[in-house]
């Protein structure tokens, strides 16, 4: 049987758990207007962790727009992530104040600890190292944050032990 | 609702507790707060209050802009002043509730100010402590004192009477009042507010829009979180006040994704604005009509750059594109729009209820009002704070923020972000106004304020901040796309020990191109940390690239670390904590550390009480 390559007659892919669902739930949401872009794929993201490729594409469709402009705009954005995530996402602060209180250091340790580079998932999948220019909350520098979850005055022994908690925690579960 | 029905029941039930028959407890539920632990400090208070059976009243507070003092809580009993408790564990606040509301013993020895009218023998007021009696809070006017989530206690602290006011006069006259007050944008570039809203009022065009640039991309910069986190109202209110004067129907916030909680607070005050009748049409029964829409950022520091914070806004990638034309000409979708920062928006809601006059008494000729800095690294006080413009920049660094802290040396001061530049500890005598830091090569910027020590490399700084801006470069000029990452290279050459002879000059031409040939401003002031630097730290990029010596002790590839063998007490201190077995030696004698396997991580230098783990 003859399948069409073509980005815009692509059958739509159910392969990932959710990502129908999520999809439907943009059409009622949105209106499918060119300025919902950026919402469009926060919501999807905020979702799914990620944007899978058949998302931008969809989102793309639904919209109206190339899916070079959606794959574009994807891409721009620190926020935005193409590939799956871990459970838990650990973002290092790399402010002016967490990097004057040694953050390029904790950042250094935490990558040779969890051996991963930033934007990367450990291989158990429990870990996606991240950087963030800033949270904001320098006072408290240096900070992590581990989901929604900041630390702050994070000295780098009580970084590594933050996260070998949450994994011994995450054996004893399993 | 009729509003003038609901000031006066905002104000009886704001004045009603003063005068509560049970006590009344603050807790500071900001981000700096929450992280610090101020959610196991308010669980413990309610535990404590319902062990205790007793009535009592708690409200999450913002940021009084202590943080260093994080988490804080205030405790007021009746007839008595706002105590105040800082740095509290949830065993902490029980012991102080328990002793206080059981005992009446204030556990002065625990409080570090009171605040309210009466005071208490042995516990310092809140408006004399060092930390805040040199500022004058005008945007942070309700930080920390009114529940964000509460509209009432912004209208008794007398909001919206600016918008009263404004919507009492004419457009014309309101934006008189914003030019005789002297306000320049808080955003960074100091361009009169007035101005901005008198071209936006005049450009043709029947639909005109209003956007709230909290954009805030500076890393070393929270104001605009506080801010919005603590007194979303002052900053909306100003928002309203533009509309009028400048006859808009629309406005956005463009607010970043990583401050999650502000955002929450803004769609909060925004639904109730919308019971109020603070939006929508026809607000407070006049010809005003406005919306108000949040657009969340997605994380490009470009984007706070108006020209590219609009054409995010309007769905895509935030490129910047030449100005003119000038937003207030042809902004968001080709329309006539306004963009402001929220701290400039904050200060024109208590602008239009105090009087021009009033605003303009303080500051500087060139610059009136108050600037709002978040002050951070190696300071001992930090937070976030307020003080009048042409404020001696030593006096916020020794006095409000109380000097460097673990009694090292003061290096430099860095403000404006990666757009600004790094002072000299000998130009503490500076005024901090617009013209004065610009003078002296930094700018104002947004209010990011890093205090830096003797232990904070020189070169390094500007190679992190280039980092910065290549990584953040949005790619659509040459100058600012190739050059940044040209200044980078280098940098990186001189920190990993490869500088050249001509790499300083190399710095100063890309610079002065990167300046000159940018399209917008993140590129045009991407060079400012190279240029500070050469200018007051010249030394050290010659000891780096001639000597092959980083003093600071950060670019590992120009330094080694050794035990001074005469403060070593050979307490074991850096063996026990070195990751690779690397420092030796027998107990109670000196140490050694062995090179060969040394990974200079300053694990030693950091475990070492007696700073005998030396940069060499």
């Excluded at chain 2, 008198?198 to 909290?214: D, F, L, Q, R, W």
């Amino acid at each position: 049987m003859h399948t069409e390559l073509t980005i815009n007659s692509r059958p739509t892919c159910h392969d990932l758990p959710g990502t129908s669902m999520v999809l439907s739930a943009m059409r009622k949401r949105f209106h499918g207007r060119g300025d919902e872009l950026i919402p469009m794929l926060q919501a999807a993201q905020r979702e799914l962790g990620f944007l899978p490729e058949q998302v931008l594409l969809e989102i793309a469709r639904f919209a109206g727009l190339t899916s070079a402009k959606v794959y574009g705009t994807a891409t721009f954005y620190s926020q935005f992530r193409l590939k799956p995530v871990g459970k838990y996402i650990v973002r290092v602060c790399r402010g002016t104040a967490c990097h004057v209180k040694g953050s390029y250091r904790m950042l250094g340790d935490i990558r040779d600890h969890l051996k991963v580079a930033p934007g990367e998932t450990t291989q158990d999948g429990l870990f996606t190292l991240e950087t963030v220019a800033c949270f904001g909350s320098c006072a408290l520098a240096p900070i992590i944050v581990v989901d929604d979850a900041v630390y702050g005055n994070v000295g780098r022994s009580k970084a590594l032990a933050l996260l070998d908690d949450i994994r011994s925690q995450e054996k004893k579960r399993v | 609702m009729d509003f003038r029905q609901a000031l006066a029941r905002a104000e009886d039930n704001w004045n009603a507790l003063d005068h509560l028959a049970y006590p009344l407890i603050h807790v500071g539920m900001g981000t700096c707060g929450k992280a610090a632990g101020a959610d196991g400090v308010y669980a413990a208070a309610k535990e404590t209050l319902d062990r205790m059976k007793l009535e009592g009243r708690m409200l999450k507070v913002g940021c009084i802009g202590m943080c260093y003092l994080e988490p804080i809580m205030a405790v007021k009993c009746p007839g008595g002043p706002f105590i105040y408790y800082g740095n509290l564990t949830a065993e902490k606040t029980e012991k102080i509730l328990t002793a206080g509301l059981g005992e009446g013993d204030p556990k002065s020895e625990w409080a570090f100010c009171t605040m309210g009218e009466k005071s208490i023998d042995g516990i310092g007021r809140f408006e004399d402590l060092p930390m805040i009696k040199p500022q004058v809070r005008i945007a942070l006017r309700n930080c920390g004192i009114i529940d964000p989530e509460d509209i009432e206690h912004y209208m008794a602290r007398g909001g919206y009477g600016g918008l009263q006011r404004a919507l009492g006069m004419s457009r014309g006259d309101v934006i008189e009042e914003i030019k005789n007050s002297g306000l320049r944008g808080r955003g960074g570039a100091g361009f009169p507010t007035g101005l901005k809203w008198e071209s936006a009022a005049k450009a043709p065009g029947k639909t005109k829009y209003i956007v709230c640039n909290a954009d805030e991309g500076d890393p070393g910069a929270f104001m605009d979180r506080s801010l919005l986190e603590g007194d979303p109202h002052a900053v909306l209110e100003g928002m309203l006040i533009a509309a009028y004067a400048i006859g808009c129907t629309e406005g956005f916030i463009y607010i970043r994704a990583e401050y999650p909680l502000a955002i929450k607070r803004l769609e909060k005050a925004l639904g109730q604005m919308a019971e109020y009748g603070l939006v929508g049409r026809r607000i407070l029964g006049s010809r005003l009509g406005f919306q108000i829409q949040i657009k969340e950022g997605a994380g490009a520091f470009v984007c706070g750059e108006e020209t590219a914070l609009m054409a995010s806004i309007a769905g895509g990638r935030g490129m910047p594109r030449p100005r003119p034309p000038y937003p207030a000409n042809k902004g968001l979708w080709g329309n006539p729009t306004n963009i402001n920062n929220v701290e400039t928006f904050a200060n024109v809601s208590a602008i239009l209820a105090q009087g021009a006059a009033w605003f303009a008494s303080f500051g500087t000729e060139k610059s009136k009002g108050t600037k709002t800095f978040s002050l951070a690294g190696k300071v001992q006080r930090t937070g976030l704070i307020e003080v009048p413009m042409g404020m001696r920049l030593g006096d916020i660094i020794d006095g409000i923020g109380g000097g460097v802290a673990e009694g090292k040396k003061l290096k430099a001061v860095q403000t404006g972000g990666p757009s600004g530049g790094c002072i000299p500890a000998d130009l503490l005598d500076l005024p901090v106004d617009y013209d004065a830091l610009a003078k002296a090569g930094s700018i104002m910027g947004s209010g990011g304020m890093v205090v830096m020590d003797e232990d904070t490399c020189m070169v390094d700084i500007p190679r992190y901040f280039l980092a910065f801006t290549a990584d953040e470069s949005c790619g659509k000029c040459m100058p600012c796309r190739l050059g940044t990452h040209q200044m980078l290279d280098v940098l990186n050459d001189i920190c990993d020990g490869n500088g050249k002879a001509q790499d300083i000059d190399a710095l100063e031409l890309v610079s002065e191109a990167v300046n000159k040939g940018s399209l917008c401003g993140l590129g045009q002031t991407s060079p400012n940390p190279v240029l500070t630097t050469l200018r007051y730290f010249r030394q050290e990029y010659e000891a780096h690239i001639h000597e092959g010596k980083c003093r600071a002790g950060v670019c590992k590839a120009l330094f080694h670390y050794e035990i001074d063998g005469e403060t070593c007490t050979g307490c074991g201190a850096c063996s026990r904590k070195c990751p690779v077995q690397a420092v030796t030696g027998e107990k109670k004698k000196p140490h050694a550390i062995d090179l060969e396997r040394c990974t200079k991580c300053g694990t030693c230098r950091d475990a070492c009480k007696f700073h005998a783990v030396l940069v060499c």
